[in-house]
Every structure is written in structure tokens, then in C-alpha cells.
T-cell receptor
């Protein structure tokens, strides 16, 4: 596609439910990143993929958070047993490779946990 | 660890005014420095970057100079337009990291430009 696509754009869920957030990177981009944007913490790095491997998962806040990438393309961020503090905008970005400094961001998924 | 501090906003200016948004950083080594911009309803996009000391990044009339001695990367524009209204983020990529896309961001500065 022309840009990074994220779905859904908005997600409202109840505390304790699991959610899946999807990211479609720009075609041909081998590096993919997840970030979280929240009022209290600003923009935080979560995890990075090069191809289907995740060399850096250091930003995942807890073991309730996981992510995978398949076919070197689509990525899914899963949050299990959601908590109110998980409410945030989850941003996905892609780049041509791990040595590329230019990230292309999607518009994000606004997650609200009630 | 790495950190980025931006001047707190929001910043409100009249059209054609001079803009400065301050950014300072803490990092080991020689990080790459970036300004990203988020226009209303759009995703973050790279505005400009600098990869070594004394480099000047520039784009769309915006400039920022990598100052190692003051650990700063202030964003400037000589004459702002209404269309520059957006949220601006300063960021760094750690030197020697495994990925240049692993960024540490500042808190963001909201800029509003009035006609």
C-alpha cells in the first residue's frame, strides 16, 4: 500500500479482555516498530522486528504484551487481560531496514480500556 | 539511559512570527537526532535529521543544528504559517544501536499558528 496501515483505528474494550492490533507496513520495508503514545508517558518504544524476528523487545511493559510478524509483512500486537493503564494510542512504523533512520508511521490505534 | 527534553507547550504564534522549540538530550556516544511532526489527523512524519555534531538538518523552512557541546537540537523557523500548526517531537537514536529506528522521544510541543 501507499503507507503504513493500522486497524482498527479505534478499539474500546472492557478490562480483562484480550485485544489484537494489526499493522500493515509499507511493501518492501523489512523493519517494523511498535510504539505507544500515552498522556502520562509520551511516545515509548515497545518492540522492533527485522523480518519476522524481534531482536529488541525491551519496551514491552509486561508479559501481557506480545507481538508477532509473519511473512515479513503484517504484524499483530496482542494485549492480554487488558488494564485501564493500557489505554493509549498504539503506533506502528516501518522502514527500509534496520540501518534506515527514516520511519514511516501509521495513524495509530486508539485503545480505550473501560 | 537516553532521554530527550523539549520545551513545554503549547506554543501559540501569529503567522510570520519566528519559531524556536528547544530540545536537549542525554545520551552516551554520538546519537542521531530527529524532529518528527504530527499534523492534525495524520501520522507522525520525519521533518528533519542530523547524524553528527555541527550537522544542520533542514526541511520546509525548518532548521535544527546538532550541538554536541550543549547537547541540544533546537528547532527554528523564520516565518511560520497557519499550516505549520501541529505537534512537534524531538527524538534521538542511540549510537551503535542495533536499529536506527529505535527512538527515544521528547514529550512533544503543540504549536498553533493564528492568521
Amino acid at each position: 500500500g501507499a503507507g503504513v496501515s493500522q486497524s482498527p483505528s479505534n478499539k474500546v474494550t472492557e478490562k480483562g479482555k484480550d485485544v489484537e492490533l494489526r499493522c500493515d507496513p509499507i511493501s518492501g520495508h523489512t523493519a517494523l516498530y511498535w510504539y505507544r503514545q500515552s498522556l502520562g508517558q509520551g511516545l515509548e518504544f515497545l518492540i522492533y522486528f527485522q523480518g519476522n524476528s524481534a531482536p529488541d523487545k525491551s519496551g514491552l511493559p509486561s508479559d501481557r504484551f506480545s507481538a508477532e510478524r509473519t511473512g515479513g509483512s503484517v504484524s499483530t500486537l496482542t494485549i492480554q487481560r487488558t488494564q485501564q493503564e493500557d489505554s493509549a494510542v498504539y503506533l506502528c512504523a516501518s522502514s527500509r531496514g534496520q540501518s534506515s533512520e527514516k520511519l514511516f508511521f501509521g495513524s495509530g490505534t486508539q485503545l480505550s480500556v473501560l | 539511559g537516553n532521554s530527550v527534553t523539549q520545551m513545554e507547550g503549547p506554543v501559540t504564534l501569529s503567522e510570520e512570527a519566528f519559531l524556536t522549540i528547544n530540545c536537549t538530550y542525554t545520551a552516551t556516544g554520538y546519537p542521531s537526532l530527529f524532529w518528527y511532526v504530527q499534523y492534525p489527523g495524520e501520522g507522525l512524519q520525519l521533518l528533519l535529521k542530523a547524524t553528527k555534531a555541527d550537522d544542520k538538518g533542514s526541511n520546509k523552512g525548518f532548521e535544527a543544528t546538532y550541538r554536541k557541546e550543549t547537547t541540544s537540537f533546537h528547532l527554528e523557523k523564520g516565518s511560520v504559517q497557519v499550516s505549520d500548526s501541529a505537534v512537534y517531537f524531538c527524538a534521538l537514536s542511540e549510537a551503535g544501536g542495533t536499529s536506527y529506528g529505535k527512538l527515544t522521544f521528547g514529550q512533544g510541543t503543540i504549536l498553533t499558528v493564528h492568521p
